[in-house]
């Protein structure tokens, strides 16, 4: 966990077999499943909801490059989470999804 001038950010290494650079841009998809690791159990949901609970409270997850295994960053979203609702003073919580289904 580190503080930075653009909030909180989280990283999470693990010394796994790693990501394929051919499969970095489908890991976030739902039901995806690298073809390598198909022995391992799971559904191909796990990364998928965790990009998108991530972008729900205003984060982006992506993946970096690491030595040995995998890594990923939380970090705050560029963009803005509220605007200005026009009939009141609340703000309103705009949800746009950029996780392909």
């Known amino acids: ?3 930075k ?3 909180p950010s989280v ?4 010394n796994g077999p790693g990501i394929a650079p051919g499969e970095r841009e489908k890991i976030f998809r739902r039901f995806y499943r690298c073809a390598e690791h198909e022995h391992v159990p799971g559904n191909g949901l796990g990364l998928g909801m965790a990009a998108t609970i991530a972008e729900l409270h205003g ?3 992506r993946l ?3 030595a040995h295994g995998a890594a990923f960053e939380m970090v705050p979203d560029a963009r803005p989470r509220f605007e200005a609702s026009e009939d009141s003073d ?3 919580h705009k949800i746009e ?3 392909p289904v």
């Not at 990283?11 to 693990?14: F, G, I, T």
């Open 1 to 3: 966990i580190a503080a």
């Open 5 to 7: 001038p653009q909030g």
């Open 11 to 14: 990283l999470v290494a693990d």
């Open 59 to 61: 984060f982006t997850l």
């Open 64 to 66: 970096r490059d690491a």
């Open 90 to 92: 609340r703000p309103v």
């Open 97 to 99: 999804s950029a996780t």
